[in-house]
């Protein structure tokens, strides 16, 4: 069977949304994204009914735990369960986040990484690593950050490219993240985001957050998406096309309807992308 490929606006795959997805997928929905470290090891009765799902829709594998910038050896054992896997299910795209997540374990966050040198060779040589046992080119996600680690030799613009180039691997830009990034730490998420090397972006991002009383913005994915984060996708639109775009929504659930909006008005998004890409100059 011909595996679904991957375009347009798509969803988060969540247990507590599967009910009424099964009685009917939104027509705005056109593919969905799940994390393989909560579904490779699944066998029997929930393996074959993710298949049902994988032969009828195009999946994206975003990853959670591989701990690209940490300092443990890779793991290169759920490394070739992830490509097992995503041959399975025909899966094409894998991302992860630029970002640390434990040391002797997993600590269950995106910690940020210094933005050094040193760290540009240490996170590039691990990314290249893992596309070496995954076989493919990945994209890396630009983390959310509550403060900047000391030390830093460049800005976080400065470090993502150095990384991409470095390990020579695609940007999975998350526009939310750069939001909230710019609002925490005081910088013009515009101009960041022009500062990206946007001619690498295979997939993005969009989300909700929430904010704290005292200001401090917080990337949960429980919320919709706001105004300035749309316009933030649009921007990148302008740049990139209208490359495969996912709404995350981990938890708050509302109707199935009001998240097929969501993803609707990124459909939207992208076709204006592709008529004003249309336009002669």
């Known amino acids: 069977m011909t595996t679904p490929s991957l375009h347009g606006a798509g969803l988060g795959f969540r247990r507590e949304l599967m009910q009424e997805l099964e009685r009917e997928v939104p027509a705005p929905i056109s593919f969905f994204e799940i994390a393989p470290e909560n579904w490779a090891s699944s066998g029997g009765r929930h393996a074959r009914q993710l298949r049902i799902w994988t032969e009828r829709h195009p999946f994206v594998c975003h990853g959670l735990s591989l701990s690209l910038g940490g300092t443990m050896p890779l793991d290169t054992d759920l490394l070739r369960e992830i490509r097992r896997f995503m041959a399975m299910h025909g899966i094409r795209l894998y991302t992860e986040h ?52 000391p030390g830093a030799e460049m800005d976080e613009a400065d470090f ?94 509302p109707p199935l309807s009001d998240l097929a909006a969501e993803v609707g008005r990124i459909a939207a998004l992208q076709a204006r992308s592709r008529q004003h890409a249309a336009v002669p100059a």
């Open 98 to 149: 630029l970002a640390w997540t434990g040391d002797d374990g997993h600590l269950y966050d995106l910690l940020p990484l210094p933005c050094t040198g040193e760290a540009v060779r240490w996170t590039a040589g691990r990314i290249r690593q893992a596309q070496d046992v995954l076989g493919m080119r990945i994209g890396i996600e630009n983390a959310s950050c509550y403060l900047a680690p």
């Open 160 to 253: 993502i490219r150095a990384v991409v180039e470095e390990a020579d691997c695609l940007l999975h830009l998350d526009v939310n993240n750069v939001h909230v990034n710019a609002c925490n730490l005081g910088f013009d998420a515009h101009d960041f985001l022009r500062r990206l090397p946007l001619e690498r972006v295979c997939y993005i991002h969009v989300a909700g957050h929430h904010i704290e009383p005292d200001g401090l913005v917080i990337d949960t994915h429980g919320a919709a998406v706001i105004d300035p984060v749309w316009g933030l996708l649009e921007a990148a639109y302008r740049h990139t096309g209208p490359v495969p775009t996912c709404l995350e929504r981990d938890f708050n659930f």
